[in-house]
């Protein structure tokens, strides 16, 4: 059927416009795949609201054409989804929060997606530079600007936002309860689910069965991801409510996809690098949620984009070491692979 | 007489200051004209007090004189006036906002222009590997700093600044009132003049007089981006007595000006693609206003800052399509044109 | 001595080690040396507590045998020290503001040493595009937020931290007392030994003997930043309580030895630029300790970096003009010396 598929988007138009969504929604977890993107769509209209289901999908919608007709990119990153995914986030993302008088909040997100498709591009360029890839940062970008905007805008309603306060000291004690199993699990698969916003256990396990469809790796590290980015958490004593919606684990799930199973060969190392990133994660994540508590706005994916940046931009050698004579390291001291290479 | 006045300047050691200076206000909205440096400074001395326009001037003077004997900027650039305008925003965004005694307050504001410059280099050395302007990201970074320390320093009185409180929701129905048009025409005004941080509607007219000195297009799109700015808030329940200020013109102003009239070639692609960026710096200045209440400080031209690199840094391809054979796109897949050519 | 401790290090293994770790404590300063460093880590065991100065020691080893043993960086930098300093600074600064139940807080030591690494790793592959040293910014990224995640860690415990607050105006007139010698005195040599967070005088004076043993001129700029930055803030009234504890001393202490000690040559024209730089480290300085009052966290070193990036950055030509017929200063129009030489 796969196959079939994809003789059908080769040839129609339709079809292939659909094909380009599709694999844009399997983007947001890396997957240049449409039938991992179907499950994703399907997983956020069991879970979120019809707002922000239609958000998402129009988000997804409107980046992409805008890519094809205003922005002109390459067809190849076109196709392949790459200025479809940030468009689909920032839909959720607004949505999420941003409600409003009809028409308004409609224009909100429609707006939001197209600049996506700019920000995207900037931040491409720049990061060509060191062939790093741009993750879900103009999403970021252009989702706060807007949930920090709707704040001061008096005909768009936020919900879920805020209220801005100054970070003070955790009450000691709150995490020392004993934890049941069953909140455990429903922690674990939530915090695949809020990859797109949404706490709910069974769009987690839709998200899973997605990502295994087209990749058995990317499944485990994100469950994996999403173990470890909950079991720091719960280790130094985070909020267990905000544990327990999952939301301290879907950046871990990110970076461990990406630095696991995406940008680097499969290997041990790669494994034992991608578990320190995931953990490293969890405490970015608590960091960040205390200093945007006085701005009122949630981290979105941030703490997964900083750390993931941190562990690719180093072009780290992770392929297992063949058995061989050693030969020298060929890093320059303190300069990265690009400046070599563009000499 | 313009003529004659440019062959004093080739001549004259005097001349060529005065020339140089004046070309240097004038790049505050990028014309590398004399004429129209003066008649920003002219509209500076109608608008603004005789403590800011002193300043404003003095940060021109001072910032070139640096260039020129500190830093030994290229004399291409520094002739073309790219050294003086941080230091003349830097000069009139300091003095707006802090007093002090007699001397001190001088002081502070000659280190500010003094530092524009190496900011000014620093900035345009990273973003030339993209070949992207540093825009107005010097006086935006020294700017803040200056105004955030002088919180902390007791000998330099603030006024004008703060306070620092929480954001909170706007209240609805503030902007229900029905808008007269003189307000408007106002507001339209003021926004050009705040480029300056002056909220003068005459001296918005001068502005865009010395614009048209220059270029048509330019003074076009600065009346463009006010009105857009302007207009977008509107729509979306801005505060009203900002609006009036002309607060959410300045950005979207050389928002305009930079994508739709200097840095692309004259299209309707252009056109389309300036109108999309000044909505968006108006809502990005909507948000930044929302972050940095809790600092105390504004946003200056921050979010033409940072949405003219958004859409100047993927270097769009907007000149019009010529009536031939289509050829392929020379995109490669997410590389930035910077890169294609380092290699 | 040093020569038979240089043979004895590039023959045995424990030696070599030891070396390593010793250059790293010298480069917080910059000093490839390490008797420098044996005096840096004599001069925190004499001023800071037994646990900040086990956790500095821990933050180097660990950081040291991370690059080598995961990270796999080249040899040279790894023998100067370059991969130890941030991680013997993420050791002092996280236990000199958390500690936690005994392997919680020693988990989360050697956490940011590890993560300290990668963070080296790659803003030094960003930075080398513009071949411009990372400096301490991996140590102020990782720490920020490990003090940021620390207020929402609640098996954490946070001293000497916050309260988190909103910026007002400082009170006029709390600077104007008369200022004794000996406060001076104290804060002066304070301002060097808090580059590694100890406000301790007699650590300030090993720090600086360390330095004279490595570089005159570094313990000279070292002293002369330490006053100049105290000076500026004495100057423009800033706190007294924290002139005297040498926290305008110690970023300004890193500028002028980086910008007049280090990166550039030993000439006239570099002092003059090194002390407009350490003023303008004083006035960052009280700048972002105000911008990071809501926030409840420290400056760190960051207002070094920054500035320091500023006067790094635009590759100056500072050495002294030979008497010789002048040529063409071979700048290209506001573009850094990197592209140039790239193409």
């Known amino acids: 059927m796969a196959t079939s598929w ?20 399997g983007q947001v977890m890396f997957q240049n795949n449409p039938l991992t ?20 999908t129009a988000g997804l919608v409107v980046a992409t054409a805008t890519a094809r007709q205003l922005v002109r990119v390459d067809t190849v ?53 060191w062939r790093t890839p741009a993750l879900t940062s103009p999403f970021v970008l252009v989702c706060c600007w807007m949930l920090l905007a709707a704040y001061g805008l008096s005909r768009l309603s936020i919900s879920g936002l805020g209220p801005a306060v100054l970070p003070h000291v955790a009450a000691p004690g709150t995490s020392a309860a004993l934890l049941a199993p069953l909140f455990l699990l429903e922690a674990w698969l939530k915090g695949v689910g809020q990859v797109f916003l949404i706490g709910n256990a069974v769009t987690g396990v839709i998200f899973v069965v997605a990502l295994a469809v087209s990749s058995w790796r990317a ?39 990406a630095v696991g199973a995406t940008f680097y060969p499969s290997s041990v190392r790669t494994t034992g690098v991608a578990l320190v990133a995931a953990v490293f ?63």
């Open 6 to 25: 994809a003789q059908l988007a080769e040839r129609g138009r339709g079809p292939q416009a659909v094909d380009t969504w599709l694999r844009g929604a």
């Open 37 to 56: 993107g179907l499950l994703f769509l399907a997983g956020i209209y069991w879970g979120a609201s019809l707002w922000v289901a239609v958000a998402a």
């Open 77 to 129: 990153s076109l196709r392949s989804g790459l200025y479809g995914f940030n468009g689909l986030l920032v839909g959720a993302g607004v949505a999420t929060f941003v409600h409003g008088e009809g028409f308004l909040a409609a224009a909100y997100v429609t707006l939001g997606a197209v600049v996506s498709v700019y920000a995207m591009s900037a931040l491409s360029a720049v990061l060509a530079a």
């Open 219 to 257: 499944a485990l590290f994100a469950l994996l991801g999403s173990a470890v980015g909950m079991g720091t958490a719960l280790a130094f004593g985070a909020n267990r409510a905000a544990v327990g919606e999952g939301l301290y684990g879907f950046s871990a799930v990110l970076t461990a996809i």
């Open 281 to 343: 994660t969890a405490i970015v994540q608590a960091g960040l949620d205390v200093a945007l508590q006085p701005l009122g706005i949630p981290t979105l994916t941030s703490p997964f984009v900083f750390v993931t940046w941190l562990f690719l931009l180093p072009h780290l050698q992770l392929a297992p070491v063949p058995h061989a004579p050693l030969t020298p390291v060929p890093h320059a001291p303190l300069a990265g692979p690009t400046v070599k290479g563009g000499t």
